[in-house]
């Protein structure tokens, strides 16, 4: 039986960039942090939010020898423009946050918007990645629904 | 810092569209976003999405109007001007060409509650666009192509 999901891979085109916006704009806490010199110089490198120690996310430079250099390119050319959205994260107050990662210089693809499962927005860290930031509402879809068939 | 690469830039102006497609976007204030000249702008943004930048703009409006029509009663005309359009006989026209039916043949169609409302926004924007529209320039009020 599989008991959690604890890493989750992200691309990133420079990984001293990619950590500077995860920690300074996102607010993610460093995990791991190793250059492997016995890999050729490979850099594990992992964060993730202070409130949630057990879920990683794994940022990945895309550079042989993992993958070669012309798969790399595609890789990278793929997460440039927009095709690999990685996830969603979760907030307490969605409009708070988003104004707060806004400060800091965070590219908002998509305002804070209400909708049946909560209040909804979008954003890219520098590379063209894709998260997405719910403030979740417990909800019941017929309600939902039913809501909606007569004009609410 | 790695160099940024030209995808990044394109896609700085396609997410431009579908955030702000109910405004009057034009080849140049595309370009400008990606920071290109427009005619390599639109070559490029062709090459690397499978079609231009108007088809783009306009598939985002009748994606938006569809949304609209089957999860409001918002009239045609004021749906017609909240994704972009400026003229409902424009709007029609469009919609029925690249949708198949009216817009409210559609409405009747698929109003009201759907497994469709089960889908976040941002699935549903990225499944529910028909790419590829727009061969016919009938919407006079954009020239991102």
Redesign the interface.
């Known amino acids: 039986m599989i008991d959690a999901i604890s890493h989750v891979n992200v691309w990133v085109?420079?990984q001293?960039?990619a950590k500077a916006f995860y920690t300074e704009k996102l607010g993610f806490e460093v995990r791991e942090d190793a250059t492997l010199e016995e890999f050729g110089g490979y850099r594990w490198l992992t964060v993730g939010p202070p409130g949630q120690p057990d879920v990683n996310v794994i940022l990945s430079a895309a550079i042989p020898p993992a993958i070669d250099a012309d798969t790399a390119k595609q890789v990278?050319?793929l997460v440039?423009?927009?095709a690999m959205?990685p996830g969603?994260f979760r907030t307490e107050d969605c409009r708070k946050t988003a104004k707060e990662l806004q400060e800091r210089g965070v590219?908002f693809?998509?305002?804070p918007?209400a909708?049946?499962?909560g209040v909804?927005a979008?954003f890219?860290d520098p590379?063209?990645n894709?998260w997405?930031l719910?403030q979740p509402i417990e909800y019941d879809?017929e309600t939902?629904?039913?809501a909606?068939?007569n004009?609410g | 810092m790695a160099t940024v690469r030209l995808e990044r830039h394109l896609l700085r102006a396609r997410d431009l569209v579908d955030s702000r497609y109910a405004e009057p976007l034009d080849l140049p204030r595309l370009a400008q976003e990606a920071h290109v000249s427009p005619r390599h702008f639109s070559r490029s943004f062709r090459r690397v999405f499978g079609e231009t930048p108007y088809q783009y703009l306009l598939s985002r409006r009748l994606e938006r109007a569809r949304h609209l029509l089957r999860t409001t009663e918002m009239t045609v005309a004021e749906i017609c001007l909240e994704v972009g359009f400026t003229s409902v006989g424009s709007f029609t026209t469009t919609f029925s060409r690249h949708v198949g039916v009216s817009p409210t043949t559609f409405r009747k169609a698929y109003g009201g509650p759907s497994e469709a409302d089960r889908i976040p926004l941002c699935y549903a924007m990225a499944w529910a666009r028909r790419a590829g529209v727009g061969a016919f320039r009938e919407d006079g009020a954009s020239s991102a192509g």
Do not use: C, H, K
């Open positions: 085109d420079d001293e960039e990278m050319a440039n423009q927009g959205g969603i590219e693809t998509q305002e918007d909708r049946f499962y909804d979008g890219r590379f063209g894709e997405r719910v879809l939902v629904q039913g909606e068939a004009g």
